[in-house]
């Protein structure tokens, strides 16, 4: 799972410096966990990630922003509370997620948001 700054974000996810609407940068459709260090619900989130990230290898990419660190990329976003996840398909408009998901519901969302079962 990669960890993604400003300058990441703008080249594999949404130029949003370049574009006003949606243009998904990326090769492989993403789901991206808002966070921060301190939150407890993103630790509980963490590990389902890593499980996902390994289920779902090749086929969709899991990134990491931390809020605290990249203030401007959260805000960018209207990020109030996390964990936020932002569900990106390659194509049509991404989704975002509030709170702590369990993992069937991130399975779920994978496979209609970003896979398109």
Request: net charge negative.
């Amino acid at each position: 799972m990669e960890h993604l700054t400003k300058e990441t974000f703008l080249e594999k996810v949404f130029n949003y410096e370049e574009n006003k609407d949606w243009k998904f940068e990326g090769e492989l459709p993403c789901l991206i966990d808002f966070y921060a260090d301190w939150c407890q619900p993103c630790k509980m989130v963490a590990p389902i990630l890593e499980e996902l990230s390994k289920e779902y290898e090749g086929k969709i990419n899991i990134y990491k922003i931390d809020t605290e660190a990249e203030t401007e990329l959260a805000g960018a976003f209207g990020i109030k509370s996390i964990p936020s996840l932002l569900f990106c398909p390659s194509d049509g408009q991404p989704q975002m997620a509030m709170g702590a998901l369990p993992k069937d519901s991130m399975k779920k969302a994978i496979e209609d948001v970003l896979l398109k079962k």
